[in-house]
């Protein structure tokens, strides 16, 4: 059983709430493992064809819970605490064959806004905030803020960020190019469930595989992308899916993707 989050499938869409919203879901070591393993039921689930990760309450996390870090045995660095918890959650993200929606209701700061950052599509409510608050306590961005943020809307930008601990609005961050879309919030989460259903009715391995492709282009040569898309496109080719899609296509009908 879960004590910090709530985890559920329902119609092919796993939902994972962070549930501590007395402290803005603030991250404590129980949160982040109990995400790891959620992500990790997630991803060997076969019903599961889409996951999506929001906060209860104001908030979508407000980072890590000082508190908690402060009480980590006298054994254990900082290092090894990223290492054990928030390094390895956002490579799973960022590495699981699904496609992941990160629905951000509320402020996303510190290594918060990371696990924002490292959805596929980052959905925000207009009472969405962005905070790399790292700076605020004279520590850099980590669980892979300077990895992701610069990508997603380039260094001068994410600099700026980083070195001011400056709080980025939903509106501009729509601009900056950081978030899919901005959606009220008294619609944000109908507007989540849509994308949601829209994504787990796709070809779930397509997704997957495009996935793979995307992020290894992202730190490879133009011809290692072209190879890497030959190798996967025999493997998408062979599925299911795909032949469901060429067949739907012949003869002019929507196609039923199944995932397979």
């Known amino acids: 059983m879960f004590e910090t989050i709530h985890y559920q499938v329902t119609s092919a869409i796993a939902t994972i709430v962070l549930n501590r919203p007395e402290k803005l879901n603030a991250l404590n070591e129980r949160m982040t493992h109990e995400m790891l393993e959620a992500f990790n039921q997630a991803a060997q689930d076969e019903r599961v064809r889409v996951i999506v990760l929001t906060g209860a309450g104001r908030g979508f996390s407000a980072g890590q819970d000082l508190e908690?870090?402060?009480?980590?045995?006298?054994?254990?660095?900082?290092?090894?605490?990223?290492?054990r918890g928030y390094n390895a959650l956002v490579l799973l993200m960022r590495t699981i064959e699904k496609p992941v929606i990160t629905a951000i209701n509320g402020v996303a700061a510190g290594a918060g806004m990371s696990i924002a950052l490292a959805g596929d599509f980052r959905l925000a409510s207009d009472r969405a905030s962005f905070i790399q608050a790292f700076i605020r306590i004279g520590l850099i961005p980590d669980s892979g803020?300077?990895?992701?943020?610069?990508?997603?809307i380039g260094p001068t930008r994410a600099l700026e960020l980083m070195t001011t601990g400056d709080r980025l609005s939903a509106a501009d961050a729509l601009?900056?190019?950081?978030?899919?879309?901005?959606i009220p919030a008294e619609e944000f989460?109908?507007?989540?469930?849509?994308?949601?259903?829209?994504?787990?009715?796709?070809?779930?391995?397509?997704?997957?595989?495009?996935?793979?492709?995307?992020?290894?282009?992202?730190?490879?040569?133009?011809?290692?992308?072209?190879?890497?898309?030959?190798?996967?496109?025999?493997?998408?080719?062979?599925t299911a899916d795909s032949r469901e899609g060429v067949q739907a296509f012949l003869e002019k009908r929507a196609p039923v993707f199944t995932g397979r």
């Open 68 to 83: 908690d870090l402060q009480h980590r045995s006298d054994d254990v660095s900082i290092g090894d605490h990223l290492r």
């Open 145 to 152: 803020s300077t990895w992701l943020l610069p990508r997603l």
């Open 175 to 182: 601009a900056w190019g950081l978030v899919n879309r901005v």
């Open 189 to 238: 989460e109908a507007t989540v469930a849509a994308w949601a259903r829209r994504l787990a009715e796709a070809p779930t391995r397509a997704l997957g595989l495009t996935k793979r492709a995307f992020n290894q282009a992202l730190t490879s040569t133009l011809a290692e992308a072209l190879e890497v898309e030959a190798v996967l496109q025999d493997v998408a080719g062979a």
